[in-house]
Every structure is written in C-alpha cells, then in structure tokens.
C-alpha cells in the first residue's frame, strides 16, 4: 500500500483527495504535493482523508506545515475525514482545535471562516 | 525470549513492515481487535523515532524490535542506539537535515506525544548506548471500573 494524491479545483479552492498511508516513508510526497500546490497560489485547500487508512505523527507534521503556508498567505487548511481511527489522533495531539474538519468535501469547499 | 524479534536498517520504508508484523503478532497473542488500530500506530512511531535518531546520529546498526507475548499482556519494545548523553537528550539538529523544515522539528516531540496517548503502560528510557520504549497491553478483556 503506497499513498496516492490526486487534485481538483472546486471554485476557489484546491481539493486534495489522499489515499493509502500516510507514514514516514510517504508522507514526504504529501508535502511536496502541497508546497507544490502553495507555490503554484493555491492558498485554499481541502485535504480529503476519507481514503486514509494510516496517518501518524509524520503525517500530522506535513499537515501541520501545510496549514502554515497557507496561512502565511492569508490561505486556509480544511480536513474532511468521518473515520474515527483517523479523528483519534487529531484528537490526542489536540489537533483538532488547529485544523477545522468536515464531514464531506462539499461542506468543506462551502466552509468560510 | 521475545516472541518475535525484528531487526531492521534504519529507513523509513522499513517502518511499515515492523507495523505489520507487530499488528500480526498482537493479534495472535490475543489484543483486543478494537486496539489493533493503537498497537500498530504506537509501534510505528516508535519505529519512526527511533529511524530518525539513528539517521541524524548516522548510526548504521539496525532498529529492533522485540514483540513478547505473556499470560496476560503483550509487549513491545523498540530499540534504538543513538546516544544521548543524558535520559532524555536529544542530538542537536535532530530530524532537521531538510534545511530546517518547520514541521521537522516537531515531529519526534509528536510521536512521543501521540505514544502517550494512546498507550496508558509506557516506558521511555534513554542511555548513552541508546533508548528503549516499552509499551504493554493487556490480552484478556480489562474488567470494568464502576
């Protein structure tokens, strides 16, 4: 099981679908894809977890950096993910008052602060 | 004796393997299917630590992992023999050979954290031949606290 990454744009904002593992040995690839995406001037992005089956604390560390560029552009960082295995670790490392996080990409896309 | 021992390079491609084989072996011993899910996330971040400690040491032995199944608890170990000169130091720069990430810096404190959280019987100590997490479960349904 690798990580696999594709991108679509929904109005003015860059939806992320991410599925497979994100650990150690791929999570790199997730931030490349989302400094990438920062360079490029999508500052609005929607991270779709829903096809996660594994996320650690390398993965929390590139979404963490994500969130970081974005904002460094007045950008946002949006999660959707309903799998409670995932939500869990959000939790525990309090992550969960950082990122905000729906339950579908089109809540996400209409979300505004 | 362990188990299952597992001894691998210190590459972050190998820490999906030791996940695998600790979640195979847990499920064996009798950990409950509900915490599968935290045996196989707190082993990887042990194993992710313990990767990036022997990659910013350059220590080119491997990680070990040593998975033991008792009457009532399994347990596991993670090894790594990256020095620290006191319990609890970490090199300087460690995990920050990416010219300084941001997200880099965290990360080790991070996997600790989500560790702690997830595991209630965990021990972390550190030597100058290197450090050893030990986390344990319980094999046999917990009985309920009123």
Redesign the interface.
């Known amino acids: 099981?690798d990580l696999s990454l594709s991108t679509r744009t929904v109005g003015d904002r860059t939806v992320v679908e991410v599925g497979g593992?994100i650990?150690?040995?791929t999570a790199p690839k997730l931030?490349e894809q989302l400094v990438e995406l920062v360079n490029d001037g999508s500052f609005h992005l929607v991270v779709d977890m829903e096809g996660v089956d594994?996320l650690?604390?390398?993965g929390?560390?590139?979404l963490?950096?994500g969130l970081?560029r974005v904002r460094a552009h007045e950008g946002s960082l949006r999660l959707v993910c309903n799998q409670e295995?995932i939500l869990k670790?959000f939790r525990?490392?309090g992550l969960t008052k950082v990122f905000p996080i729906h339950t579908s990409v089109e809540e996400a896309v209409a979300a505004t602060d | 004796m362990a188990t299952v021992e597992l001894r691998f390079s210190a590459l972050?491609?190998h820490?999906?393997t030791a996940?695998l084989v600790a979640a195979a072996v847990a499920r064996r011993a009798g950990v409950d299917e509900a915490v599968l899910?935290e045996v196989?996330?707190a082993v990887?971040?042990a194993c992710?630590r313990a990767?990036?400690l022997h990659q910013s040491n350059g220590v080119s032995a491997p990680v070990r992992v040593a998975l033991t199944e008792d009457e009532k608890q399994f347990s596991i170990e993670v090894g790594d023999e990256a020095p620290r000169s006191a319990p609890g130091d970490r090199a300087p720069g460690a995990r920050g050979g990416e010219g300084g990430?941001?997200?880099?810096e965290?990360?080790d404190e991070?996997?600790l954290?989500?560790i702690s959280?997830?595991v209630d019987d965990v021990e972390v100590t550190a030597g100058e031949s290197g450090g050893l997490i030990r986390m344990t479960w319980p094999t046999t349904p917990a009985p309920l606290v009123p």
Do not use: Q
Request: glycine share 14%; aromatic share 4%.
């Open positions: 099981m593992e650990d150690v040995y931030r594994f650690d604390s390398t929390l560390g590139v963490v950096g970081k295995r670790i525990i490392t | 972050p491609e820490v999906r996940r899910d196989r996330l990887g971040e992710t990767v990036g990430e941001p997200e880099a965290s990360e991070m996997g954290a989500v959280g997830l």
